[in-house]
């Protein structure tokens, strides 16, 4: 196997889940499997995590039918936007549909009567993230057609937050002197959802059966927005969504990215390291080269900032990061050729990658590259 691969702790997602359930019990916990399982590695995550999962979330279609191939049954959601050609998939993977539009509703209610098949759909309202979904000033009609799909199975109805993982205080701390009045709130959000959920029961309705809205943001600060079910992204696999967000459910990272040194060497001053030569040792130094690069997600952008540690001690990233191979300064220390390297693990974080890299821990994680192969550990195995 290539010496450059992701180790993945599956008793740690594990684990995670059920601190997850345990604090929002007796809401059902919908595991967001997106993004290759946020770059876990969704062929292994998928069936391990599964059988503890009452519901599996994805932004795509195909992401869902990738999760069927894989054997399993476990509702899932396709929370992403849908295209009306896309519909039938729905029908023969047994997918649930957010419906997100009127038309959507329609185009699904219509397929079901000439299939003679049911479909589940989860009714997605717009609060304020103004992304997909009908929203809550609009939601009356859509609703009132949605109880006329007698073809449907109408399971669900949720909304996204667009700043769960901000403190949810609304005077302006930032200290700019343009406030960001139009950030709206998750608590402002939960309001307007509130709205649509009373137009049930004025129309002495029952409520779709699972009412959904809070991602890892709002599981952690925002207890009444747990209702019949929670959609945790991150949360589940150990990062916290937000830098100030309390951590009010103990999670764990479960990646550990390693690598091996492939070349060790002293490089001599005035002589630059990598492209652009952007780096020059003072004296001479021991570089060991490592096998990884932008190719694989370990980004350019962190060129001359990221760390590393190499046989348990921390040292520093230094000129640019290649496509498929990058340099370390390990000083006087004597790095062989086979010694272990640490990327992400063991004290590196994916807020370190993060900051380094001037984006946030999800871009980090999803785009570590299919070419860096996922290793699934567990001791149930
Ligand atoms: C991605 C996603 C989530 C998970 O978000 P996290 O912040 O990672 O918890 C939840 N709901 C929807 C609709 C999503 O698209």
């Keep these: 196997m290539r010496p450059t691969y992701l180790e993945v702790d599956l008793d740690q997602l594990k684990t995670n889940l059920e601190n997850i359930r345990a604090h929002v019990a007796p809401a059902k916990v919908l595991v967001v499997l997106k993004a290759n399982a946020y770059g876990h590695g969704v ?12 519901y599996i979330g994805v932004a795509l279609v195909e992401e869902a039918i990738h999760i069927r191939s894989l054997g399993i049954a ?40 000439s299939t003679r098949k049911r479909l589940k759909v989860h009714l997605k309202i717009d609060t ?17 057609k949605s109880l006329a799909c007698s073809h449907l199975d109408i399971e669900g109805i ?17 200290g700019d002197e343009h406030p960001r009045n139009d950030m709206v709130s ?29 991602n890892s943001g709002a599981i952690l600060s925002l207890p009444e927005s747990h209702y019949d079910m929670v959609r945790p992204g991150v949360l589940f696999y150990g990062v916290y969504p937000g830098r100030n967000i309390a951590k009010t459910i103990d999670v764990a ?96 974080t994916a807020e370190n990658l993060a900051d380094w890299t001037g984006t946030n821990e999800y871009e980090v994680m999803t785009n570590i590259s299919a070419r860096v192969p996922r290793v699934f550990v567990s001791g149930v195995q």
């Excluded at 062929?43 to 009452?54: E, H, L, S, T």
């Excluded at 304020?128 to 009132?144: C, K, L, T, W």
């Excluded at 909304?159 to 930032?174: K, M, Y």
Aim: net charge negative; glycine share 8%.
């Design 43 to 54: 062929d292994g995550v998928a069936p391990f995590i599964a059988p503890f999962a009452d």
């Design 74 to 113: 476990t509702p899932i959601l396709v929370m992403g936007g849908t295209l009306p050609e896309q519909l039938p998939d729905f029908f023969t993977y047994d997918l649930t549909l957010a419906a997100s539009s009127p038309d959507l509703l329609t185009a699904a209610e219509q397929l079901a009567v």
């Design 128 to 144: 304020g993230m103004e992304r997909i979904g009908v929203r809550e000033y609009e939601a009356e009609p859509f609703i009132e």
């Design 158 to 174: 949720f909304t996204h937050f667009a700043n769960s993982e901000v403190a949810s205080s609304p005077e302006n701390t930032s």
């Design 186 to 214: 998750a608590a402002l959000q939960l309001e307007r959802f509130e709205e649509v959920l009373s137009i049930y029961e004025k129309r002495s309705e029952p409520h779709p059966r699972i009412r959904h809205t809070a």
């Design 253 to 348: 990272p479960a990646l550990t990215w390693k690598s091996k040194v492939s070349y060790s060497k002293v490089t001599l001053p005035g002589r630059g390291v990598s492209y652009g030569s952007l780096w020059q040792a003072d004296g001479a130094v021991r570089i060991a080269t490592v096998p990884c690069g932008y190719a694989d997600g370990y980004f350019r952008r962190m060129t001359n900032q990221a760390r590393v540690i190499i046989n348990g001690k921390e040292y520093p990233q230094v000129g640019r990061i290649c496509m498929d191979q990058f340099m370390v300064n390990v000083g006087g220390d004597d790095v062989k050729v086979g010694d272990e390297v640490t990327l992400l693990g063991a004290g590196i």
